[in-house]
T-cell receptor
């Protein structure tokens, strides 16, 4: 079946860029999403990219999609302490959405 | 604007007990979902309701039942709780189906089954 894979942890220094990677298996994806989960809260949509796009930029966030390799990445520029959270990659197609296991981003001073 | 509200936030059960998790949304969304979140496993869909009066199984429906009481409310019932159902449960809603729309999540309900 379809699968979405992410690494579990990432640690970066405050002010550096964070890059969170994701791979997916479904070749019929329509949208790919990045959700953010802060401690004790539910997930919130951070950004998304349509499957026919290669890149999307939104302020400090850059999403890159390599459809050939089925690889999605989220780059956060100038990472701040408020960016500490779990980031979930999600892939949607055929009326369902599959979430990755989440990447916990921690920020070092 | 409350969004998606889940109750209770925390619950401890003994094996074999039953309970119902309640969820309500005030965004007039058609679709509602129940997910469970386990460490290292991401979110897995338990049941969903594409519209009022319909419910469908997700990836992990065994041991659960749901009711779409009306457009606003979607409840999840555990008839005979088992330790394997210890998890954090999230209710979510969306205007349409998940292929094109944003999911809005509640804050979660942490359930422990002893």
């Amino acid at each position: 079946g379809e699968d979405v894979e992410q690494s579990l942890f990432l640690s970066v220094r405050e002010g550096d860029s964070s890059v969170i990677n994701c791979t997916y298996t479904d070749s019929s994806s329509t949208y790919l999403y990045w959700y953010k989960q802060e401690p004790g809260a539910g997930l919130q949509l951070l950004t998304y990219i349509f499957s026919n796009m290669d890149m999307k930029q939104d302020q400090r966030l850059t999403v890159l999609l390599n459809k050939k390799d089925k690889h999605l990445s989220l780059r956060i520029a100038d990472t701040q302490t408020g960016d500490s959270a779990i980031y979930f990659c999600a892939d949607s197609s055929a009326s369902k959405i599959i979430f990755g296991s989440g990447t916990r981003l921690s920020i070092r001073p | 604007n409350a969004g998606v509200t889940q109750t209770p936030k925390f619950q401890v059960l003994k094996t074999g007990q039953s309970m119902t998790l309640q969820c309500a949304q005030d965004m007039n969304h058609n679709s509602m979902y129940w997910y469970r979140q386990d460490p290292g496993m991401g979110l897995r869909l338990i049941y969903y309701s594409a519209s009022e009066g319909t419910t469908d199984k997700g990836e992990v429906p065994n041991g659960y039942n749901v009711s779409r009481l009306n457009k606003r409310e979607f409840s999840l019932r555990l008839e005979s709780a088992a330790p394997s159902q210890t998890s954090v449960y999230f209710c979510a809603s969306s205007e349409g189906d998940t292929t094109t729309g944003e999911l809005f999540f509640g804050e979660g309900s942490r359930l422990t089954v002893l």
